[in-house]
């Protein structure tokens, strides 16, 4: 059974692949997978802000989309920043 911290990219599981995107990209960029899907990145052992622009350069590059920092900033967490994912990818966010 599926938990809440497994990143299967099936949506059957419960997490959907903008979050399995975002985690991924969090993983890679930091070296390590220890942290929550809540957690602020910015209070995550080894993040920074420069990793940030790392990650979201990942997640642009994924998703083939222009997006923000800002977007980063403003959702520090993976699934602030998935959903706020979901949203762009939607036309709703205009940051």
Known sequence: MASDTDTDPDTSSGIDTGTVLVRDAWARVLKHGDF???DDFFLVTGAHSLLAAH???DVCAATGQRLSLRLFFDNPTVNGLAAALAD????ENRS
Not at 88 to 91: I, P, W
């Open 88 to 91: 762009t990818t939607h036309g």
């Open 36 to 38: 929550t899907n809540d």
């Open 55 to 57: 990650i979201m350069a």
